[in-house]
T-cell receptor, first 115, second 109 residues
Framework: DTGVSQDPRHKITKRGQNVTFRCDPI?????LYWYRQTLGQGPEFLTY????????KSRLLSDRFSAERPKGSFSTLEIQRTEQGDSAMYLC?????????????FGPGTRLTVL | SQQGEEDPQALSIQEGENATMNCSYK?????LQWYRQNSGRGLVHLIL?????REKHSGRLRVTLDTSKKSSSLLITASRAADTASYFC?????????FGAGTRLTVKP
């Protein structure tokens, strides 16, 4: 399967714990995006990378959130001191932009539940 | 913050009927994309229309774009039960995409 993969698919944690999610984009895609989606809503942009450079972060992304893409391939999203409000589906996507199509290919998501 | 707003929020039709969903947005855009999401799963890209295009077709899908009204519509013809999903429009101006809250389409067999 050469699509976008995310790991884990589900994560249950207690409030105050740190969690880390991984995303493996399609190999030739330079752009990688992170989104958060809550029930009944559309995906909400968090941040994106062009190769290893993090070019934009949403103002909604608090200091407890950090993302990396150290070698321009896979990416990790870490949430420190989780809160119940962090419970959501975290989606990763990749694209060929800017050189190619801006169409984004999404992974299956990581569902986070903070107890 | 979300840029697009889909209308209606929910739509229920019989198999074989056409489904029309609308999207309005607030700022200038480079392109507008439509995505489908089956329950609890990732999003699948359906179609992209650029700001200088007015209409585009892909199979049973027809998308229109009116930049003067900052609106787009997605028409699914001859709907099937398998079209049951949430449909989102997404816009971008620079490098990030803004999604609406989606239209939940139910196609009854």
């Amino acid at each position: 399967d050469t699509g976008v993969s995310q790991d884990p698919r589900h994560k249950i944690t207690k409030r105050g714990q740190n969690v880390t999610f991984r995303c493996d984009p399609i190999s030739e895609h330079n752009r990688l995006y992170w989104y958060r989606q809550t029930l009944g809503q559309g995906p909400e942009f968090l941040t994106y990378f062009q190769n290893e450079a993090q070019l934009e972060k949403s103002r909604l992304l608090s200091d407890r959130f950090s993302a990396e893409r150290p070698k321009g391939s896979f990416s990790t999203l870490e949430i420190q001191r989780t809160e119940q409000g962090d419970s959501a589906m975290y989606l990763c996507a990749s694209s060929l932009a800017p050189q190619g199509s801006p169409e984004q290919f999404f992974g299956p998501g990581t569902r986070l539940t903070v107890l | 913050s979300q840029q697009g707003e889909e209308d209606p929020q929910a739509l229920s039709i019989q198999e074989g009927e056409n489904a029309t969903m609308n999207c309005s947005y607030k700022t200038s855009i480079n392109n507008l994309q439509w995505y489908r999401q089956n329950s609890g799963r990732g999003l699948v890209h359906l179609i992209l229309i650029r700001s200088n295009e007015r209409e585009k077709h892909s199979g049973r899908l027809r998308v229109t774009l009116d930049t003067s009204k900052k609106s787009s519509s997605l028409l699914i013809t001859a709907s099937r039960a398998a079209d049951t999903a949430s449909y989102f429009c997404a816009t971008d101006l620079y490098n990030d995409m803004r999604f609406g809250a989606g239209t939940r389409l139910t196609v009854k067999p």
